[in-house]
């Protein structure tokens, strides 16, 4: 029997005591040897996984070539190394049928990649209305949907969030975790309250309102293996703000003003004002060239993460075995 591995994350091992792991796997003391199970003097079931397993997979290709590196790796760099041969990046994909901006019961107004320009905007004023925000439909409206941890960059806008507010902008923000970031969220919506939303909770329906009503969508991960919120948020027609690092740097195209391309905006260092330049760039773009948001919001609908892509990837990884 062949055996694939997929790693989700490589922060999360399954480290134990090896007296532990004895007792509830039943192996004998052969597989706690360095080669094997054990790792820095405990049990590690991921490592077992990665040494046993045929083949190896992670959730995107760039996250594939970061966990042979130290900062990535959490200790298994030296292990992913030796196994490259056998490792491989296979991007996750969504539901397009769940996440369909047209036929989506939980948004307010459902539209489409042919008329997102006259219709999506009133998902905007919607949830505007709904959160107490200004009622603006020109307003420039960024939507962050996430687990607030450390993660997922939240340092970053930590940093630079009374800046952020300075901005002729509004915020809205979706999702729970660690409580220093939960505050935070709240101090400047009640600071700031007709342009910061503090949405502390989580709601399926919520999160797709934001998907559909924001202009910009922003994830500044310090690490992301795969990520699925910019690929629900292209599929919405929300311009995805990210860092480049695992899927977001697969999935994101950066605009390029001079090649006409691009699916959302980048930036590449893990810095508070790298990012804040960058969000001010997507601002002025949103702006100053709105024809051309348009056709970044176009590329971003037009693009497909569906699972269609993944499972062909996946079916031949086991053809092949």
Same mark, same amino acid.
């Given at each position: ?26 192996? &004998?003391? *052969? ?11 405990? &049990?590690? $079931? ?10 190896? +997979? ?23 190394? &030796? ?10 994909? $969504? ?31 919607? @949830? ?47 999702? +729970? ?22 949405? $502390? ?16 969508? @922003? ?21 995805? $703000? ?27 260092? *893990?810095?508070?004002?790298?990012? @804040? ?8 773009? *949103? ?27 996946? &079916? ?6």
């Amino acid at each position: 029997m062949k055996s694939v591995m997929t790693i989700h994350n490589m922060k999360f091992q399954g480290r134990w005591n090896i007296d532990s792991v004895k007792d509830i796997a039943g192996l &004998a003391d *052969y597989y706690f040897t360095a080669d094997k199970l054990e790792a820095f003097g405990d &049990a590690n $079931i991921l490592k077992g996984g990665l040494v046993y397993a045929d083949a190896i +997979t992670t959730v995107s290709d760039t996250y594939a070539e970061e966990i042979k590196t130290p900062f990535y790796g959490e200790g298994l760099d030296g292990l992913m190394n &030796a196994r490259a041969n056998d490792l491989q990046g296979i991007v996750n994909g $969504i539901d397009y049928d769940e996440y369909n901006p047209e036929t989506d019961i939980d948004i307010y107004k459902n539209f489409n990649q042919k008329n997102f320009r006259k219709e999506k905007v009133k998902n905007k004023i919607k @949830l505007q209305k709904e959160l107490g925000l200004l009622e603006d439909g020109k307003k420039f409206m960024i939507g962050i949907v996430s687990r607030l941890t450390d993660q997922k960059g939240f340092d970053l806008i930590e940093y630079v969030m009374d800046e952020l507010c300075q901005e002729d902008l509004q915020i809205v923000i979706l999702g +729970t975790g660690e409580e220093r970031y939960e505050n935070l969220f709240r101090h400047f919506a009640w600071k700031y309250g007709d342009k910061v939303s503090a949405n $502390i909770y989580y709601s399926e329906a919520m999160s797709h309102k934001i998907y559909a009503s924001c202009d910009a969508f @922003l994830m500044p991960s310090l690490f992301e293996p795969c990520g699925l919120s910019q690929l629900m948020s292209l599929r919405y027609g929300t311009v995805p $703000i990210v860092r480049e690092t695992g899927g977001l740097k697969d999935t994101v195209e950066p605009y390029n003003v001079h090649g006409n391309s691009g699916t959302g905006f980048s930036f590449t260092n *893990y810095n508070a004002h790298e990012m @804040l330049f960058t969000v001010k760039h997507a601002h002025d773009v *949103y702006c100053n060239r709105k024809r051309e948001w348009n056709k970044i919001v176009d590329r971003g609908m037009l693009s497909d993460f569906s699972w269609h892509h993944s499972a062909n990837r996946y &079916a031949k990884l086991y053809q092949d075995l």
